[in-house]
């Protein structure tokens, strides 16, 4: 089915794209502007024009922003699309994920927040150079960072295209184009105070969309109470299932202890958040931008699960996918949107333009922290960088994030081969990869003991196995039974009425690539930390004093003491043992 565009729709879609590059080029632009009708020559430290304001903002943004850009940032095309996709087809079990990622904000805001705002540090990897006395720890660091980002920001990039295919005849190479070359545009333009406030306006969008869809499709389905009792009868309301089996596609555990683990990356390990904290005036108001995601994460999570349920609702008798309607899961949202609001001019191009949001929001802040980790812990290494004027630095800053964008988008067209749900990609292959630098950061703040050499080592069997355990179900492709669906009302006599799938489990040694996605991030985590602690007790502990300022806490602190307290006993005994030589 395709939905052709009208004009408001176009309209609204060129809106807010010329809102969001304005936006950017605002940012970007408006302290030169000031300069250059100002009687004043500022001087080199009054300047704003720097490397430090372009990717920190100098600290100098408020709280709100600052949280509505985060939001922005780690709720991308992903979360609208894909999320309701996964409740369709699966039930309402992913909500659960709404009460365990409003947990992640709290535990970044009084953990690393403020570790690595004490500090002062520019990059996340820094504190791993600093804790472990080795750049190559740091580099280590860096390289998952950038290999994790890149793909992640070619997931964002992709995401429009699945629905935008559904609206016109575009191919889906000029989407991924479009929100590759814009979001690089605004972002080379406006740095991070550009990033944070086309954020602050593309979440409202998103929000907006979200909520027109509820409320349009709870009122096609006659209300609040046919939407729970046809979401009912079709088996929806499975959430609370204890099953502790890790095979099972989704279980309460998995989901919850999985998505909680995944979550903290994004509040307290990731470069983006560091950028955030640094963008705040001070650590309280840095904390309380954070803090303020904690009903934020469980509005925008509930928001799209619940889109999901009015999905089904509303194609219970006649599913999309089974009638040829569509062909991916993804475009659930969309094939509403052109089923049920094509009668409301400038809908389409509003749910268009929010998906866009989405995409852009998340797209653009992974560009400026990619930017950040380049230009910092790599490029400032070699003198010539380091000793260049800082108009020159802002200039290398700038290309760094053109040639981010340029990669992003082509990983992007290998991304679009893979064909399954957006949000399952996302947190398959993000969870493999980001588990072995929360790792890093595990052993580093949690276990004084652990040194360098476990590090890498931890590191290098944490990031193995994320890439193997990804990979390997992506070849396999184990199946897991979707909730049943029907086509009973299509008027498809050649299609049947009731779609119930029939699987193989997998036997042998490929069973576990059927292991629940949800646990890739919690596996390749304590995979990373248990081999370095290892390797670390087996080389000795660290070869140096650790400063207790680089401690969170040490898990291993009653151990210490004990060692301590028998060091202490035995140097006593010794010390009485000569007493009683020289004596004789």
Not at 140 to 167: H, M, R
Not at 249 to 273: A, E, H, P, V
Not at 361 to 389: G, H, M, P, R, T
Not at 529 to 549: N, R, W
Request: aromatic fraction near 16%; charge should be positive; proline fraction near 3%.
């Amino acid at each position: 089915m395709k939905y052709e565009l009208k004009i408001p729709d176009y309209l609204v879609l060129i809106l807010v794209f010329v809102l969001t590059i304005s936006i950017g080029f605002y940012h970007g632009l408006k302290e030169k502007i000031k300069f250059y009708f100002s009687k004043k020559k500022l001087s080199k430290n009054e300047s704003t024009n720097s490397v430090a304001d372009y990717l920190t903002a100098s600290s100098s943004m408020s709280p709100i922003p600052v949280a509505f850009s985060l939001l922005a940032t780690f709720f991308s095309t992903t979360a609208l699309l894909g999320i309701p996709a996964e409740v369709y087809q699966y039930g309402l079990e992913y909500w659960i994920t709404a009460f365990s990622g409003m947990l992640t904000p709290i535990i970044g805001a009084y953990t690393t927040g403020p570790l690595f705002a004490r500090l002062q540090i520019f990059t996340i990897f820094q504190y791993l150079q600093l804790r472990f006395k080795s750049k190559l720890v740091k580099y280590i660091g860096t390289v998952c960072y950038l290999v994790k980002n890149f793909v992640s920001t070619a997931i964002f990039i992709f995401g429009p295209a699945v629905t935008l295919n559904i609206f016109s005849n575009l191919n889906e190479k000029y989407s991924i184009i479009l929100v590759g070359s814009i979001a690089t545009l605004y972002t080379t333009i406006g740095g991070i105070k550009g990033v944070i406030w086309t954020d602050f306006f593309q979440i409202i969008v998103m929000i907006l969309s979200l909520f027109m869809i509820l409320i349009k499709g709870i009122y096609d389905i006659g209300g609040f109470g046919n939407l729970f009792e046809i979401n009912s009868l079709g088996g929806r309301f499975n959430v609370l299932d204890f099953d502790p089996n890790p095979f099972e596609r989704q279980t309460f555990w998995s989901i919850f202890f999985g998505f909680m683990i995944y979550f903290s990356y994004s509040f307290s390990t990731d470069q983006q958040t560091l950028q955030r904290f640094q963008a705040t005036k001070t650590k309280k108001l840095a904390q309380k931008a954070l803090l303020l995601n904690v009903p934020g994460v469980f509005i925008m999570l509930s928001l799209c699960c619940f889109v999901g349920l009015v999905l089904y609702a509303n194609f219970s008798k006649c599913d999309p996918l089974a009638s040829k309607k569509i062909n991916n899961p993804n475009q659930l949202v969309g094939y509403f949107i052109a089923n049920n609001l094509s009668n409301i001019q400038g809908a389409a191009g509003f749910f268009l333009s929010a998906v866009f949001c989405g995409s852009l929001s998340s797209v653009s802040s992974s560009l400026n922290s990619l930017s950040s980790v380049i230009w910092e812990d790599y490029l400032k290494a070699f003198d010539y960088f380091k000793n260049l004027s800082e108009s020159k630095s802002l200039t290398t800053t700038k290309l760094v994030v053109v040639a981010c964008g340029i990669l992003s988008t082509l990983f992007s067209f290998i991304i679009a081969s893979f064909g399954s749900n957006l949000a399952q990609i996302s947190t398959s292959l993000n969870g493999a990869m980001i588990s072995p630098i929360l790792g890093l950061f595990v052993l580093g703040c949690l276990f004084k003991r652990s040194n360098s050499i476990g590090a890498i080592s931890g590191c290098f069997i944490g990031f193995a196995f994320g890439l193997w355990i990804s990979f390997g179900a992506f070849i396999v492709k184990p199946y897991y039974p979707k909730l049943n669906v029907t086509t009973e009302f299509c008027n498809l006599s050649m299609l049947p009425t009731n779609q119930t799938q029939i699987f193989n489990q997998l036997t042998g040694f490929n069973k576990i690539y059927s292991i629940s996605y949800m646990l890739y991030t919690p596996l390749g985590t304590l995979i990373t930390v248990f081999v370095g602690l290892v390797v670390s007790f087996a080389t000795g502990g660290p070869k140096h004093d650790v400063d207790d300022e680089l401690i969170l806490y040490n898990l291993f602190s009653c151990f210490e003491r004990k060692k301590k307290k028998e060091n202490l006993e035995m140097s006593k005994v010794d010390s009485n043992i000569t007493i009683v030589s020289n004596f004789e």
